[in-house]
Nanobody, 123 residues
Framework: QVKLVESGGGLVQAGGSLRLSCAASGRTFSSYAMGWFRQAPGKEREFVAAIRRSGGTTYYADSVKGRFTISRDNAKNTVYLQMNSLKPEDTAVYYC????????????????WGQGTQVTVSS
């Protein structure tokens, strides 16, 4: 069992930055690949970014590539999402998730989820 707790969301103006954190507890954090997803009102939850267990390889949705950076600190059991050049369309609840195996991009492949943190980008 893994418990995930996100933090760092908030209200920011377009063009601004936020850094989300996701603290994990329970089973060995480094055993899991980690992902960030987001869900806007009335929309499906969508993939944002993912990172392999060792942190050596990362994956991004086209919509955030070049603006967002995922990273992890296995010593601190934490994964981060640095979000720069934010746009109003980035407004959503952001969730971190842990997966043991399967596709990095599919939400159904993730085994554990946090409760989410709200990010609102004003124009």
């Amino acid at each position: 069992q893994v418990k995930l707790v996100e933090s760092g969301g908030g209200l920011v103006q377009a063009g601004g930055s936020l850094r989300l954190s996701c603290a994990a507890s329970g089973r060995t954090f480094s055993s899991y690949a980690m992902g960030w997803f987001r869900q806007a009102p009335g929309k499906e939850r969508e993939f944002v970014a993912a990172i392999r267990r060792s942190g050596g390889t990362t994956y991004y949705a086209d919509s955030v590539k070049g603006r967002f950076t995922i990273s992890r600190d296995n010593a601190k059991n934490t994964v981060y999402l640095q979000m720069n050049s934010l746009k109003p369309e980035d407004t959503a609840v952001y969730y971190c998730a842990a997966r043991d195996s399967g596709s990095y991009y599919l939400k159904g492949e993730y085994d554990y989820w946090g409760q989410g943190t709200q990010v609102t980008v004003s124009s």
